[in-house]
């Protein structure tokens, strides 16, 4: 590949990763709006139906033998339970919390990472790196706002949805050789099962209009995925991952055009020093592989 096709190809990963980010982010806002009327169950059980109807192409394409002899069974269902409490966890905290504060704990998650694949996976971590985790960790820390009010619920639920994601992406990772249809069937399938096992018992009859966006929830983040991992197919993921950290602005947009929020210098700091040491870890992380690499493999 010529140096100019590397460089639309790596542009055209950056836009996708873009478009993606902007489409989760819009997710996010409208399942914001939707809780306030609807049960996190509720919510659940539309979307992740809405979902399957845009999956089912991909399910019917691929047929029952990638998910008959999915790879190391005990741990797909590990990551579906984890997906399952981190995406009601995120709903569940945005019904009280602003978009801008729950994204701020879910924008951790490769701090959180780094620490559990050092304590639990036994995987080497320099000095520099578990400095940059302490530092994010102070960051959460600022992002709580540290006073006995602020320890509130939802932050705690937020603050474990982001700790389940993170082990959500770990347990993935261990699952590359995994179909992505396989995946996301997966988890669509469980959020769709604790919808119906609870959505029954805080039911609220929504309208034709609330209905549609309820779908749209699922068919949004359908796009979104698909947008996210064809830009890590067109480029590197150490050109496309960094501009994970837009969706803070956009949280802050939404939240702000839509509800009204208004960041406050806590949550904007607490922003801020997680984004720094996320940063870090993520070019550390490049450095390292880098280091490591077979001669052949360097560019």
Not at 110 to 115: F, L, Q
Not at 178 to 203: N, R
Not at 219 to 236: D, E, T
């Amino acid at each position: 590949m010529t140096s100019t096709a590397t460089t639309r190809s790596a542009s055209a990963g950056i836009l996708l990763m873009l478009a993606g980010l902007f489409m989760f982010s819009v997710n996010d806002a409208l399942g914001k709006w939707l809780v306030a009327t609807y049960s996190v169950w509720q919510l659940l059980l539309i979307r992740s139906a809405a979902a399957l109807v845009v999956l089912a192409p991909f399910i019917w394409r691929e047929g029952t033998r990638p998910f008959v002899e999915a790879p190391k069974p005990a741990l797909q269902i590990v990551r579906i339970v984890f997906s399952t409490l981190e995406v009601a966890g995120f709903y569940w905290a945005v019904t009280y919390l602003s978009l801008a504060d729950v994204m701020t704990f879910y924008l951790a998650a490769p701090i959180y990472v780094t620490a559990i694949s050092a304590l639990f996976l036994r995987e080497q971590v320099g000095w520099r790196r578990w400095s940059a985790v302490l530092i994010g960790f102070i960051g959460v820390i600022i992002a709580l706002r540290p006073t006995s009010a602020s320890w509130s619920a939802p932050a705690l639920i937020a603050l474990a949805g982001s700790i389940c994601f993170s082990f959500l992406l770990i347990v993935t990772r261990h699952l590359r050789g995994t179909s992505d249809t396989v995946l996301v069937t997966g988890q669509t399938v469980a959020a769709l099962i604790l919808g119906a096992a609870l959505a029954p018992f805080a039911w609220v009859p929504p309208s034709a209009a609330d209905a549609a966006l309820l779908a749209l929830l699922g068919v949004v983040a359908m796009i979104a995925h698909v947008c996210v991992n064809r830009s890590l197919k067109l480029a590197p993921a150490s050109v496309v991952v960094p501009y994970q950290y837009s969706l803070i602005v956009w949280a802050i947009v939404f939240g702000f055009l839509v509800f009204g929020d208004v960041p406050d210098f806590a949550m904007l700091a607490g922003a801020a020093v997680i984004i720094c040491a996320g940063l870090y870890i993520f070019i550390r992380e490049q450095v390292r592989k880098v280091k490591t690499a077979p001669i052949a493999d360097l560019p």
